[in-house]
């Protein structure tokens, strides 16, 4: 099974770039920016990585996004993880990136945007991975705040595929970013928004109807709606699941209470994901791998998990017939 799991090509829809800066990479960008970080040593960075909710997770994240300045650290970045997929054979991936996080240091969208699509085109050029590239809104600010960001974005249309929805869920239902998600998709974006981490199914429901989405991030609180369940079967609308992600931040107290395999035997369309790899243990393979350790996932399923992730890639159908 691990075998099959690291050989077979694969497609990552759910990963945050700035989710994927190694502790190492963190130190060397402190330095050569002079940015202050609350950590000794890789070793210090590592044991602060112990989180009780989503909060506790972003606090530390956002903390640790302080030292990405420039153009290239945003490169650096960016083709780490590149280096990442080719160890994972993840053949095409769609990266988010969250621009206000740096906008709001002052670090121009350019360098941010520049920095992430070099290095995705290198990865085009030298691994024939493909990628696209998502642009979310902090849920925790304002949806005016979206509006600035989205206009910004506006230079970039030919860059950046879709919008999404990411940040503190609770308390920031998708209803907040009704308009702006109407607005982005006039302008022609793909639209996603993360619902049902950790917040109730209203929010999915929120999501779907308010927002109008083509994918769903996390959403496996879907399982406590029958009705929604069967929607979302008959939709075959997408969940890009994220299961590391769910147990760091205790969505799941433990891997064996993961409802994954529930979600994919009623028939949903499901993917596996990494989200935030340096933060949550593992890049793709590692989550396969532990599914398969903790749960009755089968060959099968691995393989319908794969091809899933292929079939809701943002990508032509010319280019989906020739992964799939
Ligand atoms: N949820 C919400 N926001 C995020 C996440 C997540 O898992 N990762 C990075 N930003
Ligand atoms: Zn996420």
Known sequence: MIELIKKLPKAELHLHIEGSLEPELMFRLAKKNNVEIPYKDIEDVRSAY??????????????????????????????????????????????????????????????????????????????????????????????????????????????????????????????????????AKEEGFKLVAHAGEEADFSYIYEALDLLNINRIDHGVQSIKSPELMQRLKDEQMPLTVCPNSNIELKVFETYKEHNIKELLDYGLNISVNSDDPAYFKGYVNQNFINLYENLPITEDDVITLVKNSFKSAFISDELKETYL
């Open 50 to 183: 112990n989180f009780t909710n989503l909060q506790t997770f972003l606090d530390i994240y956002y903390a640790g996004a302080n030292v990405l300045l420039t153009k290239d650290d945003f490169y650096d970045l960016t083709w780490e993880y590149i280096l990442r997929c080719v160890e994972d054979n993840v053949i095409h991936t769609e990266i988010f990136f969250d621009p206000q996080t740096h906008t709001e240091r002052g670090v121009p969208f350019e360098a941010v945007i520049t920095g992430i699509k070099k290095a995705l085109a290198d990865a085009k050029e030298k691994y024939g991975i493909t990628s696209c590239i998502i642009m979310c809104f902090l849920r925790h600010l304002s949806q005016e705040e979206a509006f600035e960001t989205l206009e910004q974005a506006l230079d970039y249309k030919d860059d950046i595929i879709g919008v999404g929805l990411d940040s503190s869920e609770l308390g920031n239902p998708p209803s907040k970013f009704k308009e702006v998600f109407q607005k």
